[in-house]
C-alpha cells in the first residue's frame, strides 16, 4: 500500500491505481484495483453461497421496506438505522426457515412474530422511556386491527416532555405485513398475499395538554373495509406519541421527542 505525500489530495480510481482515505489515519492512500468481477460474482461456482447470500438479503431488505412504508405517514418518528436494524431483524427471521434450500428460504414473519416485538422505530428515543403510563392493546375480533386504551394519568409525572411542548397526542397504527417467498417465475422474493401486504390503520387522540391530567384514551385503529388478515398476513401493531406546541389556533409538530414502538405483532 503506497501512502500519498504531495499536495495533490483525491479519491476514487484513476487506471488501476485507487486512492482513498482511511478512518483514524493521516494522508491519503493509494493501491491495486482488485477482486472479483461483476459477471464471476453472477455465475462462478465458488461464487454460489455470495449468491445465495444476496438474493436472501434482497428478500429481507424489501420486507423491511413494505413495514417502513406502511408506517410512513408516521415517518417523523423513524431515525436513519431504522432500515439497517429492520433488515437486520428480517434475516433473523429469515434464518427460521428450515423448509427451503439456502438462498430460497422463506421469510415467515407469522411464525416468529416475537422477533418484530417491542422494536423502536428511532433507536435513540424509546417508547417506555417517553410514554410510562400503562395502556393496553386489543385485538379487535378477527385482526381488523386494535384498539388502544389509556387510563387517564398526569402527563407532568408520566412524561418526558420535550421543553417547549404544549400538548400531545397519542397515536395506535396497525399495518398488515405478508409472508415473503421466493418466485420461480421472477426470481425475486415476492409476498404471498401482495393484495392485503402494506394495508394500514392508524387513529390519533385529540390534542392533549401537557400540564393538565390527561383523560381516558380509547383509539380504535381498523383496517379498511373491516379487512380481514388472511393466514400469511401479520399485524403490525405500532403505538406512538407526538409532541406539539400550540400557537395561536395552529399546532406545529416537534421534530424530536416523539416515539413510536412496534409493540405486538398478531
Do not use: W
Request: aromatic letters at 8%; one cysteine or more.
Amino acid at each position: 500500500m503506497a501512502r500519498q505525500k504531495g499536495l495533490i489530495k483525491y479519491v476514487g480510481t484513476i487506471g488501476d491505481v485507487r486512492h482513498f482515505k482511511i478512518k483514524g489515519e493521516k494522508g491519503y492512500f493509494a493501491g491495486l484495483v482488485g477482486g472479483p468481477t461483476a459477471d464471476q460474482v453472477l455465475t462462478a461456482d465458488e461464487f454460489k453461497r455470495t449468491r445465495e447470500n444476496m438474493a436472501e438479503f434482497a428478500g429481507c431488505a424489501k420486507v423491511g421496506k413494505a413495514i417502513r412504508t406502511a408506517f410512513s405517514p408516521l415517518k417523523h418518528m423513524f431515525n436513519r438505522r431504522l432500515t439497517g436494524t429492520l433488515t437486520a431483524i428480517i434475516k433473523r427471521i429469515n434464518l427460521e426457515d428450515a423448509s427451503e434450500a439456502r438462498g430460497q428460504r422463506a421469510i415467515l414473519i407469522t411464525q416468529v412474530p416475537q422477533q418484530l416485538q417491542g422494536l423502536d422505530f428511532n433507536q435513540n428515543i424509546s417508547l417506555s422511556t417517553v410514554l410510562r403510563t400503562p395502556f393496553d392493546l386489543v385485538e379487535l375480533d378477527a385482526r381488523k386491527g386494535s384498539t388502544l386504551v389509556v387510563p387517564k394519568f398526569n402527563p407532568q409525572n408520566l412524561l418526558t416532555v420535550p421543553s417547549g411542548a404544549s400538548h400531545f397526542r397519542l397515536v395506535n397504527a396497525v399495518a398488515a405485513i405478508s409472508d415473503y417467498a421466493l418466485s420461480p417465475e421472477t426470481g425475486n422474493y415476492e409476498p404471498k398475499n401482495a393484495e392485503q401486504n402494506g394495508m394500514t390503520g392508524t387513529a390519533f387522540s385529540d390534542y392533549i395538554e401537557v400540564n393538565k391530567e390527561a383523560p381516558d384514551v380509547s383509539l380504535e385503529a381498523r383496517f379498511l373495509n373491516d379487512m380481514e388478515p388472511a393466514a400469511e398476513v401479520s399485524v403490525l401493531n405500532a403505538v406512538g406519541i407526538e409532541f406539539f406546541q400550540k400557537v395561536g389556533d395552529n399546532y406545529y409538530l416537534f421534530a424530536s421527542g416523539n416515539a413510536m414502538q412496534l409493540v405486538d405483532v398478531f
